[in-house]
């Protein structure tokens, strides 16, 4: 069976109430949601929280899944909703510059270099406005492409890339300033 024709099947199931089918049809993106999280929230334990949550609509909602975008898309736009909720939510709670960002590693002698790298990049990541931050996740770490960021911001294409050009620049700004 190919892999669309797998991935169907899978479907099917899942929206008939199969649990294992459900995590097989998600099992290959499970990773690249996490990251979405991550990077959108900007700690570990808030983006768990946020992937859950995304887990939870997904399976709650899989009967209304129409099939008009890929079962990753769909599951990338609710995971990234679910991170932006979240944040908002522990925004008007409190408002933590000093959230702790962890990245499994494999240990070896670069870790250390890799996590600090990883952590700067975190930090420039929140220095971003929101719309900034999430397109340039959306693009680097969920695969999107410009036309679903559009879709997902309700902008046009060209804003974009605008969006993109300007969080490059100015991640590379705030990597720069830290360096300084």
Known sequence: MAASENEAALLAKAKQGDRQAFGQLLYPYRDRLFAVCVRTIGNRADAEDAL???????????????GEASISTWAFRIATNAALALLRKRRELTVDDDSEFVFEGDGGPDFAE???VRDRV????????????VALVLREF????????AEYQQVPVQTVRSRLNRARKQLKEALLAQNA
Do not use: V
Not at 52 to 66: E, H, S, T, V
Not at 124 to 132: I, N, S, V
Not at 142 to 149: A, F, L, P, S, V
């Open 114 to 116: 890799d996590h600090a």
């Open 52 to 66: 859950q949550d995304a887990m939870i609509a997904i399976w709650q909602n899989l009967p209304k899944f129409r």
């Open 122 to 133: 975190q930090q420039a990541l929140k220095t971003l406005t929101e719309d900034f931050r």
């Open 142 to 149: 969920g695969d999107y492409t410009y036309e679903q960021i």
